[in-house]
């Protein structure tokens, strides 16, 4: 298993980390199989959707707000149930093919980590077989 450690800024953000799955697949020599990008948190994500026009993680981000804004009437006493909602949408994996040693993505696909309840340090699992 390989873990990698993202910094973000913001409450909530979408982290680009293709590239950095793309580099580990390559590293591990792997030519055909999976590689599965786990999120062991339970108030951030991880979706795979457009990355070449900025627009639509913000428009994902906003309608993510507006389906689990931070003010509700939540029961959670923590104060983030809207990130733990949000979390449970992104869902916590994604698995993406491996051909030619590299990962198989559509054209405008890209790996996004989903911050819900940031800034913090955290952590992404993958296990590339
Ligand atoms: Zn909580």
Redesign the pocket.
């Known amino acids: 298993m390989i873990t990698l450690t993202l910094t973000t800024r913001s409450r909530t953000e979408f982290v680009d980390i293709t590239a950095q799955v793309r580099r580990e697949i390559t590293a591990a020599g792997i030519k055909e199989g999976i590689c599965t990008v786990f999120v062991p948190h ?2 951030a994500g991880v979706t795979i959707n457009e990355h070449a026009d900025p627009s639509v993680v913000d428009d994902l981000l906003m309608q993510l707000k507006k389906l689990a804004p931070a003010e509700g009437s939540y029961r ?1 006493a ?1 104060g ?2 809207d ?2 909602i949000k979390a449970s949408l992104m869902g916590a994996s994604q698995a993406v093919i491996i051909e030619n040693g590299a990962p198989v993505l559509g054209t405008w696909q890209g790996i996004f980590f989903c911050e819900f309840d940031g800034p913090r340090t955290r952590k992404v699992w993958l296990q590339i077989k």
Request: net charge negative; aromatic share 0%; proline share 0%.
């Open positions: 339970t108030t959670h923590e983030n149930s990130a733990h």
